[in-house]
Structures are given as C-alpha cells and as structure tokens.
C-alpha cells in the first residue's frame, strides 16, 4: 500500500488578493514540487480582513493559471454549486482542462456562504433546496462529460431539464476530469460522494472526526457495491511553519491567528513537528492528500520551506 503523501497549495483569494497574487504562488509552488495549486470559489471577504481589490472569480482565474503553468494540477475546493447553471458550468470546466493540457480536477459542492449570495445578487434557497440541487448538478455535469460524442444528453429533474444537449465540448480527460466531494454532513454527502467521488476532502476538522467521515463514505460506497478504495482521501488543513518560535510566531500574527490555536487546529510549528502531525493524521486517516491553506500568499519563503523540509519527508 502506497503510504506516500502529495502536497497541495490552496488558497483564499476573497481574502484579498490579485490573479498576479495567485500566479506568483502557482509559479513558486510548481518550481518547488508542488503537485497542484487549488482556489476557494467564494465573491464576499470573511473577517476581519479588508479583502481589496475584491474577488477573482475562481475559474477565469484557471483558465489563466492553465495557460501560465506547466504540470500543476488545478482545481477548487469547492466550486459554489448557486453560483452557476450545471450546463454552462460544465462547458467551463471542460474547456479549462483542454486549456491545461488535461490538468483540472473539479470540487464542487452545494454553497453555503449566505451573506454573499446576497451581496451579489445570487439565489441562495433553503439547504434542502440547495442539496437538491447539488444532486442534479453533479448527475448532468458527469453526464454531459460521460456522452459519446455524436450523442446528446437529456435530463429531468425538480430543478433543472436538458433536452437534447449535444454535450459539448468534451474536457481534455477521459472520461472526465476528477470530481472532489467533502464536507461533514451524515447521510447525504456521504451518498453522494460513493456515487460521484474520485476524491474525498475534509476541510479543517479533526483527526476524530474525519475518521468518522471517512468511514461513513466506506460504508456508503460498500451499500452500492463500490470499493471503498477507489475514492482518495484528503484533508485541507491551515498551515504554519517556521524554522523557530519566532518565525512560527510571525506568520500566526501575519494571518491573525495565535500560534497556540494554530498548533491545536492546523498545521503549525516547525519543519519535525507538522511532519510528526502528518504522520499521525496519515497513519489514523488514510489520507493520500494534503491541501496547505496558505492564507499570506505574499510570503513566497513560506511555501519553498515546506516543500524543502516538511514534503520529502512524506513523499
């Protein structure tokens, strides 16, 4: 069994950030090993931040980031399922994997940030409004991608009906790019995430509880009489490593955050300690990924430590 762990740089652009922000870490990262640069989806700022210029949207930002990279993999953990009709959504999704060369991997999942649908103007609906409507998406988006060419594809649903759609253009991976479920909910995403998942990600919860998760996945996957093995497992955790307290120290402060609380809820303290942390979370989880939430994306220094002293490591 292949107990090696891949590394993943995931960032926060509503935070406060350019497209060159962003592509100065994509760059760095992949010159320094990285295997894939992942963007939040998000139009609205959380905190305390400033969150200037304003928002990037998360796969215009791909479709340039495809063309100015070589070899990282691309994605969203998770592209907001209210923000965009499944249809003209899943001719995005395939033409920025064809833009890539076949290097886009698709998170999506149900919305959940109400403050700023209604800031810009987007309908947000109850959750099971929301989950529905999640469920259809995920069917019409594979389902698209999945029709043979010279084919067309149709579907009825509560919310959404393609008649006769010619289920195109095609992404640049066949069958279709990987599709990345998460979240903690019980019973439904779990479902979802055996019929649908190539990849599973939890973000910024516990090792207890992503155990928890995780089982419930095996056990949804075993009651439709898949192998639970297919779907790779992931964890997207917020990062802090210094080669000292006092660098430790300067990077909580640079996100806002106590060094204490990060040690507790992230990845923090030196190179030995979140190798020790991975390790733990490696051998209790099964995880196969990590998304580093790198929420200072001008401290570049940051990102070539980690992969210098922490991913060989792992790898």
Known sequence: MDTSLSFRIFTEPQQGATYDDLLRVARTAEDAGYDAFFRSDHYLKMGSVTGLPGPTDAWITLAGLARETSRLRLGTL?????????????????????????????????GWYEA????????????????????EQLEIITGLWATPEGQSFSFAGKHYRLTDSPALPKPAQRPRPPVLIGGMG????????????????????????????????????????????????????????????????????????????????GLCGTPAEVVDRLGTWRQRTGIARVYLQLLDLSDLDHVELIAAEVAPQLR
Not at 86 to 110: K, N
Not at 198 to 226: H, K, M, W
Request: aromatic share 8%; with cysteine.
């Open 78 to 110: 998770m592209t907001a399922g209210t923000f965009r009709l499944p249809g003209p959504l899943a001719i995005s999704v395939a033409q920025v994997d064809q833009m890539s060369g076949g290097r886009v991997e698709f998170g999506i999942g149900s």
């Open 116 to 135: 700023e649908h209604t800031a810009y103007g987007i309908p947000f609906g109850s959750l099971r409004e929301r989950f529905e409507r999640y469920a």
């Open 186 to 265: 019980a019973r439904r995403t779990p479902a979802l995430a055996a019929r649908f998942a190539d990849e599973f990600n939890l973000p910024f919860v516990d090792v207890d509880s992503a155990v928890a998760q995780y089982e419930r996945v095996a056990a949804a996957c075993t009651e439709i009489g898949r192998d639970p093995a297919e779907i790779i497992r992931s964890a997207a955790l917020v990062v802090c490593v210094g080669r000292d307290e006092a660098e430790i120290a300067r990077r909580a402060k640079a996100i806002g955050r106590e060094v204490d609380e990060l040690r507790r809820n």
